[in-house]
């Protein structure tokens, strides 16, 4: 039965009998600072009256009532477990980012690079292509609909695009165009549910697209660390056939019926019931020691808890073996006993409480940040020397396919052994910062050796897939310093590479700078 269909039947019955229906409060936009930064069940406002009327737009069915009840928790675990978000019942950011991607009512987003879109996408087209078009001038700014159909507002919005970036102005989405747009730290879409008509019976290694990032963002749910690029590959073809193994299914590295079911098993708790609730670790309703075997509550908060550090397990509860070694992985990192079991000083670090380790990790390698990334000034995008950064983060990608600033930050964070961190996107880097993980602090005091991190659109959320990170090389006092960058503007001309940029604190986009200590 679909989603759509159950969560409909779930409503009517709760509908039986009961009285006349209250006016649901206003809705407010749930990204907005009158709603709270995670939404969860209990909670009345015009902030869960826009939530349901967004679930509604992907299908749910709801009655809005403004009441975050059970029908409106298991709507929010569907939606994620449909996204391939960690499924918790929480409307946080990416939860809410997710929802307004589109409205529910346009088609699904195809990767524009995919087979399934044509070379040139032109105004009167209609369908998944389009969605992702509009989806990624969105993220640029442009206040266009996200409806599937290539009208007017979409055919200025490009030819806008098109000409702030120097492009051939030519309202059409050819090679350049759509290189243009992916040229951020923007992923494939991930909004795809496997199991639908718009991803095919078997996925095979050399698919592409919005169907393939789905995939590997589940995959990643059970345990696997692949880069989400959208690209079948050997290293997802290896993840498929370790998941099939482990489910005792037949290996074949194909992606059909059977691992598809799979691969949604347990991320929304089975049954349309969910993970547990979530419990807070250091309530009397949890144990000292939370431990592997156990399924409760305490898990789920857990497991959540363990994603915000990082981790990328599926949030149903069971506390199994990839939450184990999660558990011990955070543990190490924190200089804490490493014993898979969750007490008291493990809450504690979970919960913030405990700061990490200040001392510099073995060599001090955060002192040749700047010598190992200024030694690659000059390699261009496309070349071996270039193609060979996305080593540090699992990609075999050329770096003419994909932005790669944060990627050749993970390189050289790799070379010295500065942190332990890896990852191709800012947001990464800046959230793990925020929250001083792996060594990696804010500081508002740059030095040469720190690493910056810009968000062009200002807001310093980090969200919208348009940012760029760089290891700073010089510092002036006030408000200038100079960069070296990877996949930055050639300054003589030709093709992107690794240079050294002049920026500043003071032109009209937010800096972070991020201290590796």
């Known amino acids: 039965m679909s989603f759509a269909a159950t969560a409909a039947i779930l409503t009517t019955a709760t509908l039986i009998g009961a009285g006349p229906a209250m006016a649901a409060p206003a809705p407010i936009k749930l990204t907005s600072s009158s709603c709270p930064t995670d939404i969860v069940q209990g909670q009345v406002s015009g902030c869960v009256t826009e939530l349901q009327n967004l679930l509604n737009a992907h299908g749910a069915g709801l009655l809005v009532d403004g009441e975050f009840g059970a029908n409106t928790l298991y709507a929010v675990r569907e939606f994620q477990a449909a996204t391939a978000i960690a499924v918790d019942g929480r409307v946080g950011p990416q939860t809410k980012s997710k929802l307004y991607a ?9 990767n524009l690079t995919s087979s399934s879109c044509p070379a040139n996408i032109v105004q009167g087209a209609k369908g ?55 040229d951020t730290d923007e992923a494939p879409s991930t909004g795809l549910d496997l199991r639908s008509s718009s991803c095919p019976s078997n996925i095979v290694e050399g698919q592409t697209g919005g169907c393939v990032a789905t995939l590997q963002a589940l995959l990643n749910g059970k345990g696997q660390h692949l880069d989400i690029d ?58 000292t020691d939370i431990v592997q075997g156990q399924r409760s509550g ?29 558990v011990r992985d955070f543990q190490a990192e924190k200089g804490l006993g490493v014993d898979g079991r969750v007490g008291p000083n493990t ?25 190992v990334a200024a030694a690659e000034v000059g390699t261009v995008e496309g070349s071996a020397r270039a193609n060979s950064y996305g080593a540090s983060v699992g990609l075999s990608l050329s770096t003419n396919n994909y932005a790669w600033c944060a990627t050749f930050v993970s390189w050289v964070a790799r070379q010295t052994g500065a942190t332990s961190y890896r990852n191709s996107y800012v947001s990464g880097w800046v959230k793990q910062a ?7 602090s804010v500081t508002t005091n740059p030095q040469p050796g720190d690493i910056v991190a810009f968000d062009w659109n200002g807001g310093s959320n980090f969200n919208d897939g348009n940012e760029h990170i760089g290891i700073v090389r010089t510092v002036s006092g006030g408000a200038s310093f100079t960069t070296v960058e990877g996949n ?21 986009y937010d800096v972070v700078f991020i201290r590796v200590r």
Do not use: W
């Open 102 to 110: 589109t409205g529910g009512t346009a088609p699904s987003p195809v």
């Open 128 to 182: 998944g292509c389009v969605t992702e078009l509009q989806r990624l001038l969105r993220h640029f700014g442009y206040a266009v609909s996200v409806d599937g159909e290539f009208g007017p507002e979409t055919y200025n919005a490009v030819r806008s695009f098109q000409s702030s970036h120097g492009l051939s102005v030519d309202g059409e989405v050819g090679a350049n165009t759509k290189r243009e747009l992916y």
């Open 230 to 287: 959208g690209e079948f590959g050997p290293l997802t073809v290896a993840a498929v056939r370790s998941f099939q193994s482990s489910a005792g299914l037949s290996v074949d590295g194909e992606v059909g019926p059977n691992t598809k079911n799979a691969l949604y098993s347990n991320i929304g708790g089975g049954g349309g019931n969910g993970a547990p609730a979530p419990i807070n670790l250091n309530s009397a309703s949890c144990p």
């Open 298 to 326: 305490c898990v789920t908060e857990l497991q959540s808890l363990l994603n915000h550090h990082g981790a990328d397990l599926a949030v149903d509860g069971d506390f199994g073996p990839m939450t184990d070694s999660a």
């Open 347 to 371: 809450k504690a670090a979970l919960y913030g409480a405990v700061t990490p380790p200040s001392s510099p990790p073995p060599g001090g390698g955060y002192a040749k940040l700047l010598d």
């Open 434 to 440: 925020r929250a001083g993980n792996y060594h990696l």
């Open 488 to 508: 930055t503007t050639n300054p003589n001309g030709g093709k992107d590479g690794v240079y050294i940029k002049n920026r500043a604190t003071n032109q009209g």
